[in-house]
């Protein structure tokens, strides 16, 4: 299984990025998919996840209007709009294939995982 995650990079705050990330084949097209960020020097946290249609999404409070996830399970892919961007928000951002087809918040949830994608944030 493997997860190829794009888009991060270094961006003013008040700016947008789109991260993508493509799954091998069909991998995880019946699965929620979530992405997770982790700054220099702290835990992985996450972000936001989608359920396997699309039909559900959860994000953490600090996202929320800001951050949105989509999928496109014809293109085995789900992106994450981040616009009004932060300086807190930078971070590797990693996506994770769920164990089932919900979208969860919990770490634990999630089976395989990308490589990440740096984020930066300047001031």
């Known amino acids: 299984v493997q997860l190829q995650a794009s888009g991060g990079g270094l961006v003013q705050a008040g700016g947008s990025l789109r991260l993508s990330c493509t799954t091998s084949?069909?991998?995880?097209?019946?699965?929620?998919m979530g992405w997770f960020r982790q700054a220099p020097g702290k835990e992985r946290n996450f972000v936001a996840a989608i359920s396997w249609n699309g039909g559900s999404t959860t994000y953490t409070d600090s996202v929320k209007g800001r951050f949105t996830i989509s999928r496109d399970r014809t293109k085995n892919t789900v992106y994450l709009q981040m616009d009004s961007l932060k300086p807190e928000d930078t971070a590797v951002y990693y996506c994770a294939v769920g164990r089932s087809s919900f979208a969860s918040t919990n770490i634990a949830s999630y089976a395989y995982w990308g490589q990440g994608t740096l984020v930066t944030v300047s001031s």
């Open positions: 084949r069909r991998t995880g097209s019946n699965n929620g």
